[in-house]
């Protein structure tokens, strides 16, 4: 099938930072509100909100998945677009209808359970990752405004929200409801603002195509799914260590490197349109040849970073002061050093959020790889989170976090080599026209 010129094509740098601008507001206003509500609701009533917020975030990567997948298919073909578009929304709209209907029901049965707080923020985070993906679809069509508008609403509403609250004192539940509520407003504007040949689009009536497009969207989106369930398994983590007022500064950290995280990977959604065309084929070789540069930086780092811990640990004095106790609230040296772990964290995140993002679109075969590292991510933090969290907390979860990341990069790099065996002097050349670029 022939490339849609207008979909590869490349967005201009102003618009660039104009989309930027859009979802770093809405990602700098959602720290800004869990500060506050940190400040409102004091650290025992916010401890249970983040850890219901914490628990459900990986809820936002099951409507971003059908984004990842049309990012990277809808530009190489023509024919099938409107069909594509059209699996598209079912896809990503799914799961947030069933929450939708299962929070309705809680907020009748029980309004104030701990059911209905978890079911809204799960709601939420559904939300947000449906209107990522509608966003994504207007970027496709050549109307990308309509991305950076949604967001800044959104953010606008989550200030408003957030103040009232203040002014009201309105209850962990009230919050997240009204934030579902304004949500809603906002997705369903930009539904309405799609073509309606996209909006009416026929099931495809080739099963193969369906297939096709369901394997796509399932193996691009479960790395992100998984990073996301690493996260809230820390939450469940310190939930059954008795660790639960480690959740707040927990939260709030993850928060901060959240930010850094999403931007770049935004920004690399907006250019996948046009990596996706220039990796194709032959150009693949070149794009698994940089992540695997990349990959060793990160094992390198996270292989610096475990001997760094362990001679931590070993030296009585810092292991002293690395320990704490449960239900003691953090203080202003463990901020620090959490502050310094988040750093740690995040430059390993942004290496392999890159590599994963240029053998992601390379070919289709390195997607059950990149799958099965996250695997080995979400396994090897869940064991260190166990070992590590108990006696220290919230530095314990971001050390867990830190030497999976590592474990990430070892286990894609070597399945990346038993995929495709590229002989020594094809990598070298591949090497040089990289380094040259």
């Not at 907020?107 to 994504?136: E, I």
Request: proline fraction near 5%; include cysteine; glycine fraction near 8%.
């Amino acid at each position: 099938m022939s490339t849609s010129p207008s979909m590869a094509a490349p967005l201009r740098p102003l618009m660039i930072l104009r989309l930027l601008a859009g979802r770093g507001v809405f990602r700098v206003g959602v720290q800004l509100m869990a500060v506050a509500l940190l400040a409102i609701w004091g650290t025992a009533t916010y401890g249970e909100y983040a850890n219901a917020w914490g628990t459900c975030a990986w809820l936002v990567f099951l409507p971003t998945a059908a984004e990842k997948a049309a990012l990277k298919i809808l530009p190489r073909t023509r024919l099938t677009t409107v069909v594509l578009a059209g699996l598209t929304l079912r896809i990503a709209a799914t799961p947030v209808v069933v929450l939708a209907v299962a929070l309705a029901f809680a907020v009748v049965v029980a309004p104030s359970s701990t059911a209905t707080l978890y079911l809204a923020s799960g709601t939420w985070s559904a939300c947000t990752g449906l209107l990522m993906t509608l966003s994504g679809l207007h970027r496709l069509r050549g109307r990308p405004a309509l991305d950076a508008a949604a967001f800044t609403v959104v953010a606008v509403a989550v200030a408003v929200v957030t103040t009232m609250t203040w002014l009201s004192g309105w209850s962990p539940h009230t919050h997240l409801l009204i934030l579902v509520g304004a949500i809603a407003v906002v997705i369903g504007c930009s539904l309405s603002a799609l073509p309606n040949e996209w909006l009416r689009a026929p099931k495809p009536d080739r099963p193969r195509l369906t297939r096709a497009f369901g394997r796509s969207t399932v193996l691009l989106g479960i790395t992100e799914l998984l990073d996301a369930l690493t996260l809230s398994a820390l939450f469940l983590v310190f939930a059954l260590s008795g660790r639960m007022v480690d959740s707040g500064p927990f939260h709030l950290a993850l928060l901060a490197a959240g930010v850094l995280c999403s931007l770049a990977l935004y920004q690399l959604k907006l250019r996948q349109p046009s990596t996706s065309v220039s990796l194709r084929g032959v150009g693949g070789a070149t794009g698994r040849a940089r992540a695997e540069r990349l990959l060793r930086a990160a094992e390198f780092t996270g292989a610096g970073f475990a001997v760094a811990l362990v001679a931590a640990l070993l030296v009585p004095a810092t292991r002293q002061a690395l320990l704490t106790g449960a239900d003691i609230p953090m203080t202003a040296s463990g901020y620090v050093v959490l502050v310094v772990l988040a750093v740690v964290e995040i430059a390993m995140s942004i290496l392999l959020i890159y590599a994963g993002y240029l053998v992601e679109n390379t070919d289709s075969q390195v997607l059950s790889s990149t799958a099965a590292a996250a695997v080995i991510r979400l396994a090897a933090t869940v064991a260190c989170a166990l070992v590590l969290a108990p006696p220290l907390g919230a530095v314990g979860g971001f050390c867990a976090l830190t030497l999976g990341l590592a474990a990430e990069a070892v286990a894609l790099r070597r399945l990346l080599r038993r995929l495709h065996h590229e002989p020594r002097s094809a990598r070298a050349s591949i090497f040089r026209s990289t380094s040259h670029k």
